[in-house]
Nanobody, 123 residues
Framework: QVQLVESGGGSVQAGGSLRLSCAAS????????MGWFRQAPGKEREGVAVIARGGSTRYADSVKGRFNISRDNAKNTLSLQMNSLKPEDTAMYYC?????????????????WGQGTQVTVSS
């Protein structure tokens, strides 16, 4: 069955870095666009970064210049390098897969979701 398993979350001080990973299985990974979303307590889930199956990327304005999304189709993995972290980056981070070649950040377009990994940034 389809699985998306996130890892790499943790606690870090402001200004620090974390690298999130997502291991995908159960579907043809290279055929899907992939995204990272996050949800803070009391807030809606929002798109953070997306990489289309064709390689195009898109970032939320709040993370541009600080986060970098990448994918390895040979290993069926997705990564998110997060630098210069801020307390407002604190959230549960989710990996998601979209069957279309798209950089959309609209949640309903995503077919599969992982369980999430927690990122906490302290000031």
């Amino acid at each position: 069955q389809v699985q998306l398993v996130e890892s790499g979350g943790g606690s870090v001080q402001a200004g620090g870095s974390l690298r999130l990973s997502c291991a995908a299985s159960g579907f043809i990974y290279s055929h899907y666009s992939m995204g990272w979303f996050r949800q803070a307590p009391g807030k809606e889930r929002e798109g953070v970064a997306v990489i289309a199956r064709g390689g195009s990327t898109r970032y939320a304005d709040s993370v541009k210049g600080r986060f970098n999304i990448s994918r390895d189709n040979a290993k069926n993995t997705l990564s998110l390098q997060m630098n210069s972290l801020k307390p407002e980056d604190t959230a549960m981070y989710y990996c998601a897969a979209n069957e279309w070649d798209s950089v959309t950040m609209v949640r309903v377009n995503y077919n599969y979701w992982g369980q999430g990994t927690q990122v906490t940034v302290s000031s």
